[in-house]
């Protein structure tokens, strides 16, 4: 049986990244196995799915999302999350 890799991050507001996508490091990606789509969880119940853009920029234990669509899913700056590759397609985009 495969084993979920989750790793819990931190969400931060930029505002140059497009509104449903995520900007994730490199080695974050590899070790969570993400290519296309991340899933973010929030408080274990709130379940958001994001394309993804792997950027070298993005420090190693955080998630960069837009600014606007994060005051419109309530999220505010530097919250920690549970960040992984998606299990089902029943979360919201």
Request: proline share 4%.
């Amino acid at each position: 049986m495969s084993r979920i890799v989750e790793k819990r991050l931190k969400l931060r507001k930029k505002d140059e990244v497009q509104e449903g996508t995520a900007r994730i490091n490199p080695k974050t990606a590899d070790f969570l196995g993400i290519s296309g789509k991340l899933e973010i969880v929030l408080a274990g119940k709130k379940r958001y799915n994001f394309d993804v853009i792997i950027s070298g920029g993005v420090p190693v234990n955080e998630v960069w999302l837009n600014s606007e669509q994060m005051r419109r899913l309530g999220i505010s700056d530097n919250t920690t999350a549970t960040v992984r590759k998606p299990l089902t397609s029943t979360a919201r985009p």
